[in-house]
């Protein structure tokens, strides 16, 4: 039974920083590409950032590029998003998701429709 968990939400002042968690069970880890998705109010959800845990590769959209950093623990079974300089357009429900075998990014963004197993949010709020 496969399931992701978020943690670390919150509000935090532009030009603050914030961290993200995402515990994965169930999931095939290592042969499997984990991905950070955000959806601002009223708007679709947009891909963030992915990584594939067996080579530590990293994949960024570019309205967050050189601003967050995924990572992980491979003991803990957890990715990370390490978010700096942030900015109120950044506000959304960030919501962690998974696929098998590698990643489905376009120009650096994960695509959403191709991950199949998606945690329940985390809100993330930027005030200016």
């Known amino acids: 039974q496969e399931h992701l968990a978020e943690s670390g939400g919150g509000s935090v002042q532009a030009g603050g920083s914030l961290v993200l968690s995402c515990e994965a069970s169930?999931?095939?880890?290592?042969?499997?590409?984990i991905g950070w998705f955000r959806q601002p109010p009223g708007k679709e959800r947009e891909g963030v950032a992915a990584?594939?845990?067996?080579?530590?590769?990293?994949f960024y959209a570019a309205s967050v590029n050189g601003r967050f950093t995924i990572s992980q623990d491979n003991a803990k079974n957890t990715v990370y998003l390490q978010m700096n300089s942030l900015k109120p357009e950044d506000t959304a429900m960030y919501f962690c998701a998974a696929k098998r075998y590698g990643c489905a990014t376009l120009h650096g963004a994960p695509v959403p429709d191709v991950f199949t197993y998606w945690g329940q949010g985390t809100q993330v709020t930027v005030s200016s």
């Open positions: 169930g999931v095939t880890y290592f042969a499997s590409c």
């Open positions: 990584i594939l845990p067996d080579s530590n590769i990293t």
